[in-house]
């Protein structure tokens, strides 16, 4: 075996799993959300809104961020349930101030919560004092 021979067979490995890995990257879903009253279950007449993105890789795991405005959040949840329902809290957001709502770091889906995002039946929503159910919503649709 050549010299040349021995170093691209060493370098093969390496470049196929460089490769994996970016494929793996590009396969994140960045879901752009818009919060409002009127998809909240039951509807709710408010002013608050809010925009964000949440993103899920391909290993499941979800970050993003949430924003919003004419509402003192109490808390912020994604939860599981299509349009028109409501769900399980699955994934609990932090208050970052000013409005801001983050997903924790770490946080993953299992598989089923996968396929439900998949099928786009979870979403984010933002609780207040005036509407502890919530105030505002968006589903997270791929």
């Keep these: 075996m050549s010299i040349l021979s021995k170093l691209y067979s060493h370098k093969l490995p390496?470049?196929?799993a460089t490769l994996a890995l970016a494929a793996g990257a590009a396969h994140a879903v960045d879901v752009a959300v818009k919060l409002s009253g009127d998809a909240e279950?039951?509807?709710v007449s408010t002013a608050a809104s809010g925009t964000g993105?949440?993103?899920v890789a391909a290993d499941?795991?979800?970050?993003?961020m949430v924003m919003t405005n004419g509402v003192a959040g109490s808390m912020a949840h994604i939860h599981m349930a299509a349009a028109g329902k409501n769900g399980g809290v699955i994934i609990p957001l932090t208050n970052?101030?000013?409005g801001h709502w983050g997903v924790q770091d770490g946080a993953k889906l299992t598989d089923a919560q996968y396929e439900a995002f998949k099928a786009g039946e979870l979403y984010v929503n933002v609780h207040s004092a005036a509407h502890p159910?919530?105030?505002i919503r968006a589903q997270i649709k791929p």
């Design 14 to 16: 390496v470049l196929v």
């Design 41 to 43: 279950v039951p509807p």
């Design 53 to 55: 993105s949440i993103t």
């Design 60 to 64: 499941k795991s979800v970050s993003g």
């Design 96 to 98: 970052q101030g000013d």
């Design 133 to 135: 159910g919530g105030e």
